[in-house]
């Protein structure tokens, strides 16, 4: 798709007061390309590209594509041992990033040599010898080009597999489906190492040959004023993007934007109505992911809570036998009344076939794919007209303003406090959109909980490696934790119970900023309040 547009001179490229054509962007992507291919080392041609959403990702993106190599889009809120390790795991021999990522791998082992960490703030960069298209290798349809976090463990971190040929189709698709011109300013606010900037964006947009508009790292602050900037047509969200910006100040000419539409996932019934009033853009919600094994987009019909209407192939499955789940009996008030016999995993038939795999991960492959079904991981049920609601995620991964994450290094964490003998995290469902991250702790004998809540903030605030969204929004204090008969936790329990216990609770009011104080009866009223005015009261149940 990128040389198609070789000789194009519209617009293809704008961030802050620079413009790029379409031809400009290919060739700083040759470029990139034999950079990359200078740089070269024996082993999986990995590029690890740690940067916000500015020209150089898009250019990278490209040259990788040239050059026939692989693109690993490195999260920049991961910190520490976790952001090394994801660089490690899939093998990256460049490391394209800022001052701001080489900051954030100081002192770590990442396995990239010195020589091949690319800052693409030094002008002494490397540029490539000889010829833009000199030496270029052929590349196919099955050639490997993205590797996609979705999340992570200790020992095996998932990465998403794409190919060549699989993002060229998701473009083409997806630039037909959702109507994107060539006349259009596509505004991508969501970062570029998530499957949303680049499937449901970049891919389209290239294909196309419509303009793409980058703000580098989201600002709900910043949104209205990039949008006119740019006079942006289109852009896309995920999770709590849309409650973030409505949060903002309203302007008398928040409507009188160029903005047509806004596509993306995770947003609350309220949300996507009071955006829409607010700023007179249409918005098309969908539910899909980075493996590609399912995707559901509402239509006008779809109840204001469901994701949409389940295709051919799509079942609720009963993870332990197979069986599909039954039809969901929901009451008047929205609440779902037969939930054991309702909920199961959402699977699709046809998905086995669009699921490219994990990287070095034959066990997180085999838990997607098994029987003939594309397994998505997600709970979900269904209503007899077969719309499908979504119903939470396992035990074990929680996903925060679009980030997916595992509960296992947030739990080693909370581990290193001192007066902690053991710790659980696990998702609870957040009023406005997907997961707040949950823990419950077993102190050591002696430690209060309100000396506990005191220590909790300035511990926190301390860990180096704590992700930007790790930190538990509620915190349970248990005598003991639930424990199977070899002594693993089990979480169902605390899962279920969530904020309504007895137990003392303790608890950080605000989403930006760490500070724990003690859970009360009125926090419990306010957050079901908010549960209530962003239409998820059927997440309660």
Not at 271 to 298: K, M, P, W
Not at 362 to 378: C, F, I, K, L, Q
């Amino acid at each position: 798709m990128l040389s198609a547009r070789e000789d194009d001179d519209s617009p293809g490229l704008m961030y802050l007061e620079r413009s790029w054509s379409w031809r400009d962007v290919v060739r700083e992507s040759l470029i990139r390309a034999r950079s990359a291919l200078a740089l070269r080392s024996d082993g999986p041609f990995h590029v690890g590209v740690l940067l916000d959403n500015v020209p150089e990702n898009l250019f990278w993106l490209g040259g990788a594509a040239l050059a026939g190599a692989v693109v690993v889009g490195i999260n920049p809120t991961r910190r520490g041992e976790e952001l090394a390790r994801d660089i490690r795991f899939t093998e990256c021999q460049v490391l394209v990033t800022d001052q701001k990522g080489a900051d954030l791998i100081v002192g770590l082992d990442t396995g990239v040599e010195p020589s091949r960490v690319v800052r693409v703030d030094n002008p002494t960069r490397p540029p490539g010898a000889g010829p833009l298209r000199g030496e270029l290798p052929e590349v196919s349809p099955q050639d490997l080009l993205l590797l996609l976090f979705t999340s992570g463990t200790t020992g095996a971190p998932k990465a998403v597999r794409c190919t060549q040929g699989r993002l060229a189709a998701i473009g083409g698709r997806a630039s037909e489906i959702y109507g994107f011109a060539r006349d259009e300013v596509c505004y991508c606010p969501m970062p570029l190492f998530h499957g949303n900037a680049i499937m449901a964006l970049w891919s389209p947009a290239l294909h196309v040959g419509a303009c793409i508009a980058l703000g580098g790292r989201f600002s709900a602050s910043r949104f209205v004023d990039d949008v006119r900037r740019y006079r942006a047509t289109r852009f896309t969200y995920v999770g709590k993007a849309l409650a973030y910006v409505l949060a903002t100040p309203a302007r008398p000419d928040d409507s009188e934007t160029s903005l047509r539409l806004g596509f993306g996932t995770e947003a609350s019934a309220r949300d996507r109505e009071q955006f829409q009033e607010r700023f007179g853009c249409s918005l098309v919600e969908g539910y899909g992911s980075s493996e590609g094994g399912l995707a559901i987009t509402r239509t006008a019909e779809t109840p204001p809570d469901a994701l949409g209407l389940a295709g051919d192939g799509v079942a609720i499955l009963d993870p332990e036998t197979g069986a599909e789940c039954a039809p969901a009996r929901i009451d008047p008030a929205g609440r779902l009344l037969n939930p054991d016999d309702a909920i199961g995993e959402l699977a699709c038939r046809s998905g086995v076939l669009a699921f490219e795999g994990y990287y070095k991960n034959p066990d997180a492959d085999a838990s997607r794919v098994n029987e003939g079904w594309y397994w998505t991981g997600d709970l979900a049920y269904r209503d007899p007209a077969g719309f499908v609601y979504f119903a939470g995620r396992n035990d074990d991964w929680l996903r925060v303003d679009s980030e997916n994450f595992a509960a296992a290094p947030v739990e080693r964490i909370l581990g290193r406090h001192p007066d902690v003998v053991a710790a659980a995290v696990y998702p609870v469902p957040d009023p406005q959109s997907a997961d707040q991250v949950m823990a419950a702790v077993e102190l050591r004998a002696g430690t209060s909980p309100a000396a506990f809540c005191e220590s909790l903030t300035r511990f926190l605030s301390g860990q180096p490696d704590l992700g930007t969204k790790w930190a538990p929004r509620l915190v349970r204090i248990v005598e003991a934790l639930p424990l199977t008969a070899t002594g693993k936790i089990t979480k169902a329990g605390l899962r279920r119970d969530r904020w309504s216990v007895d137990d003392p609770v303790i608890w950080n009011p605000e989403r930006t900023s760490i500070g724990y104080r003690a859970f009360t009866g009125a926090d419990a009223d306010q957050m079901i309040a908010e549960f209530e005015r962003h239409g998820r009261t059927n997440l309660l149940v």
